[in-house]
């Protein structure tokens, strides 16, 4: 699916929602690959933004939450636990 912003989705659909798995390029570069739920980003899954920073681990209903890794684009990271983003 391409979207009118010029975003990118390519995975499953249920009821036309994204649901299983997935890949989004949003129109401002950011890069998410993995798990959806109804609609929102929820599972395990990959985010990288257009400047590099890269998040791997779990997210719920379209933030990071439990655990994952943060790489930051500056060389910093950050590996635990994660809540409501």
Do not use: P
């Amino acid at each position: 699916m391409v979207y009118m912003d010029g975003a990118i989705y390519e995975g499953y659909y249920l009821k036309d929602k994204r649901h299983r798995e997935g890949r989004n390029i949003n129109c401002d570069g950011d890069m998410y690959l993995g798990q959806y739920m109804h609609g929102k980003v929820h599972g395990t899954g990959n985010w990288q933004s257009k400047n590099g920073t890269k998040y791997t681990g779990n997210f719920v209903a379209d933030e990071f939450e439990g655990m994952g890794e943060m790489n930051f684009a500056d060389g910093g990271s950050y590996i635990g636990e994660w809540k409501g983003g």
